[in-house]
């Protein structure tokens, strides 16, 4: 996790994107973000009206989401949707 280091707005609004993507795990967002998916929760719950929170919740809780890599089909094996851009060597890859 990145100790006494805020993100930018830019970083942070990447990293709710990735946490709202079924298909982007909490891995992917720690390869990424160095944030664990604990810190991934608490950024989300200061970051998003309460009702989007717990909208948010129920869909990574619900079996639906892919959220861990380890609950995920196995014939899933990228972190990405095969039409997205590559990922650079930025740390940010959609902008």
Do not use: Y
Not at 35 to 49: D, G, Q, S, Y
């Amino acid at each position: 996790m990145k100790k006494n280091k805020a993100f930018t707005e830019r970083e942070l609004d990447r990293i709710i994107e990735m946490a709202w993507e079924d298909r982007t795990p909490f891995e992917a967002i720690l390869f990424q973000f160095e944030l664990p998916e604990k810190e991934v929760i608490k950024l989300m719950r200061a970051n998003l009206k309460r009702s989007s929170f717990n909208r948010w919740r129920k869909r990574v809780n619900s079996g639906v989401s892919q959220k861990h890599l380890k609950k995920r089909s196995p014939e899933i094996s990228r972190f990405k949707c095969s039409r997205q851009k590559a990922i650079s060597g930025n740390k940010i890859s959609k902008r």
